[in-house]
């Protein structure tokens, strides 16, 4: 099963799988935005015209409001009322007669507008005066709605369901007398007809489906209609264009009424308003379908296209595989498959021009190693010399010459022994060397040469570069000690840098130093000048300064090489740092001292 899966995974089913995949998700992912951006917009095409159906709805319901508000304040301010409410006020009793003289007005006020079921008045302590019968304001209404009456000064205060009549409404506004300054003089109730706010049949399957809804602050249904609370709050609670109500989608619309704290729902279905989307869908499932199809074969072909060269070109490097590795003549017709060939063509003839090469690299290195191992015959020689001497002057009593040519044999070899590590060792080693060499020139200078070393032991395994110091240190005696007509004095210090991981080298002398401009001289000689060539082994502060910017340049980008302070008849002080890397770096105070003198 697994062979016939790699047998099928060719370039040809890859490209073809991988256009088929491709054009899938493109396809969806264009049907899925254009739909939605299509049904964005009819959705707000459709709130769009909703709210101006909302707002005219919105407009004849004020108009409404505003007929209730302007019968009650004429009857309020109904010449025998007022004269009635005054007399009551000022402590004269209402007699039966004069109550039932209101039942005249307040009759020709109803037939004036039939919806209004009926009109109460009360006196300022809340006695029934009208209809002729016993009551108290207190009983009819909460005493809440009566003190919200007197901060409205008398404007209509609406108070919702008529506790006595669930298809009335109620509402209620103070009697402001005129004669007294506007002052409170009693109350008048109007009872309201449900069906007076009846702005449409709310779900009465009409055409579009489009229902208004008028509902007070309790989610209570204000016209006809059956519909719980519940149902309703969670509609003015909900804050999304498109709400669920009754197991059906609709686009509410919301119109807010600061006269009678109401609310205006205006509800559609999204079926009615999305209705164009069933075609629309339905046509991009056919194009989808067809686009796919057509892409299918399309991508077939151009992958049989690409393949098919491609082929033949690996039956003929196949070819090659027995016999040595020969060239493809064979050119294809595209332009990119004739690159792929001469590149094929180009990558054989390098191919052997390569073999050729290791070939004779091959032959040249054996006869270089054998050279190698002749060349190692004449040190032999010398340190095997310098042993002899050693010898013989032990036997002679010659102490001193016999230290001074172990001292000279093991400075040979260290000079000339590579140890398999390209030039590297470690600080101790080299500072050993330079104790060697000081001994050396200390046989030489005699009381005139006094040197010390001071190498910590923390630092003594830091890597470095083979004779890197001890230029520097010939350079002290050469123009320091030699050119000081005293006694001169080498000092070389390993010691921790200022930057954190590195380590710094510092070699000073007592010698006659140097003045400003000769020290501007010798930095110019080391940023690429001519080499400042020392006496004795050849190599000079330019050289060291190269080898620093070769060894340490990568270290972190910045190398700022040999720092020189000096100045006439004080010395000079030459120092460099370098990365700790493989070992050493610390703040330790135990240290390795090596002093001598002359």
């Known amino acids: ?87 009551e006020l000022g ?35 809340g006695t029934l005066l009208f209809p002729l019968r016993e009551g108290t304001l207190d009983s009819r209404i909460d005493r809440s709605y009566i003190a919200e009456a007197n901060r409205q000064k008398g404007r209509l205060v609406w108070i919702g369901t008529d506790p006595d009549d669930p298809q009335s409404l109620l509402a209620i506004r103070q009697v402001s007398l005129l004669e007294r300054w506007f002052s409170r003089g009693g109350y008048l109730i109007a009872r309201v007809q449900r069906s007076y706010f009846q702005l449409n049949d709310p779900m009465a399957g009409s055409g579009s489906g489009e229902s208004i809804l008028l509902v007070d602050e309790k989610g209570e249904l204000v016209g006809n209609g ?27 619309v919301e119109q807010y009424s600061d006269r009678t704290n109401w609310t205006l729902l205006v509800l559609t279905p999204v079926s009615f308003v999305t209705e164009g989307l069933s075609v629309l869908r339905t046509i991009m499932l056919v194009s ?30 196949r070819k090659s595989r027995p016999a040595a590795l020969a060239l493809q003549p064979e050119s294809p017709a595209a332009l990119e498959l004739r690159e792929l060939n ?14 050729r090469v290791v070939y004779e690299k091959e032959v040249l290195q054996s006869r270089t190693e054998l050279k190698a191992l002749q060349a190692q015959i004449n040190p032999h020689f010398l340190f095997n010399t310098l042993e002899a001497f050693n010898w013989s002057l032990q036997e002679k009593g010659e102490e001193e010459l016999a230290g001074l040519m172990v001292s000279l044999s093991r400075l040979f070899r260290y000079t000339i022994d590579q140890q398999g590590r390209d030039g590297w060792v470690t600080i101790g080693e080299e500072t050993e060397h330079i104790r060697r060499y000081l001994q050396i020139m200390e046989m030489r200078l005699g009381e005139r040469l006094t040197w010390h070393i001071d190498t910590p032991p923390e630092y003594a395994a830091v890597p470095v570069p083979k004779l890197l110091i001890q230029p520097i240190v010939e350079n002290a005696i050469l123009h320091g000690v030699e050119s000081s007509r005293g006694n001169g004095v080498v000092e070389v210090r390993i010691g921790h840098s200022v930057r954190q991981g590195w380590t710094r080298v510092t070699v000073s002398d007592n010698g ?61 002080v030459i120092s460099f740092d370098i990365p700790n890397e493989n070992g050493g770096g610390g703040h330790g105070t135990d240290a390795k001292n090596d002093i001598g003198r002359g």
């Not at 067809?290 to 690409?306: D, E, R, V, Y």
Request: aromatic fraction near 8%.
């Open 512 to 572: 006659p130093g140097m003045d400003r401009d000769t020290c501007a001289a010798l930095y110019r000689a080391l940023q690429g000048g001519p080499s400042v060539a020392g006496k004795g082994t050849g190599m000079g502060l330019a050289n060291v300064q190269q080898r620093l910017k070769l060894y340490y340049a990568r270290a972190d980008g910045k190398i700022q090489g040999l720092h020189i302070v000096s100045s006439p008849g004080a010395g000079t």
């Open 91 to 125: 402590g004269r009793k209402v007699t039966f007669s004069q109550r039932q003289s209101l039942l005249q007005i307040m009759f020709s006020y109803q037939a004036y507008m039939p919806s209004v079921g009926s009109l109460e008045l009360y006196d300022a302590d």
């Open 1 to 87: 099963m697994g062979e016939r899966w790699k047998n099928l995974n060719t370039l040809r089913n890859q490209i073809f799988i991988g256009f088929f995949f491709v054009m899938v998700i493109m396809i969806g992912v264009t049907g899925a935005f254009i739909y939605n951006r299509v049904s964005y917009v009819l959705k707000n095409n459709a709130e769009r015209h909703i709210q101006q159906t909302a707002v005219q709805a919105n407009g004849r319901l004020d108009a409404l409001i505003g007929q209730i508000d302007g019968l009650t304040e004429q009857v309020a301010n109904h010449q025998g009322v007022q004269q009635l409410l005054l007399e």
């Open 288 to 317: 989808c379908v067809i686009g796919t199809l057509l892409f299918l074969m399309m991508s077939f072909l151009l992958s049989t296209m690409i393949t098919r060269p491609i082929s033949r070109l690996i039956r003929a490097m």
């Open 342 to 355: 001469h590149t094929y063509n180009a990558m054989i003839t390098n191919i052997n021009e390569l073999i």
């Open 226 to 252: 059956g519909f719980p609370a519940a149902d309703l709050l969670g509609l003015l609670n909900s804050s999304g264009q498109t709400v669920k109500f009754r197991d059906r989608e609709y686009v509410k």
